[in-house]
């Protein structure tokens, strides 16, 4: 967990996620990010307060976590909505190495609320 610093410079703006996002970002439940807290595990987060919140480039470094652990198929829900999110998804899985592959997920699991990714194995893994 990192905590927010008064020694980070005031013009630094970082874009932060909420735990509802960052969550969907994921395609978890907000109660599983709050039980990740926790149990010390899960992607990085700032305490603002009572507020919890989450570095988009944290969350994609879980997504390569996952990868190097094994976890090689994701199902990142982002909701159905105007399309903002998953464009935001779309938009991030394209530009991160590893990924193998992405689409809608089929119906039964969130249809186009939703998108399955597959990873690429990671070649220095032991896990196969």
């Known amino acids: 967990m990192r905590e927010a610093s008064s020694a980070a410079p005031t013009n630094a703006a970082v874009p932060l996620v909420d735990e509802d996002n960052a ?4 395609g978890v439940s907000p109660r599983t990010m709050q039980r990740w ?14 507020l ?23 199902r990142l829900a982002h909701g159905r909505g105007r399309g903002v999110q998953r464009a935001a998804v779309v938009r991030t899985l394209g530009s991160l190495p590893g990924v193998l592959s992405f689409e809608d997920a089929p119906p039964e699991s969130g249809g186009w609320g939703a998108t399955v990714v597959v990873l690429v ?4 893994s032991s896990v196969l």
């Open 37 to 50: 807290r926790l149990e010390g595990c899960g992607p990085s987060y700032l305490r603002l307060g009572r």
């Open 121 to 124: 194995g990671d070649p220095t």
């Open 52 to 74: 919890c919140r989450y570095d988009r480039a944290d969350l994609e470094e879980y997504v390569r976590a996952c990868r190097e652990r094994g976890i090689l198929r994701l």
């Open 23 to 26: 969550a969907a970002f994921l």
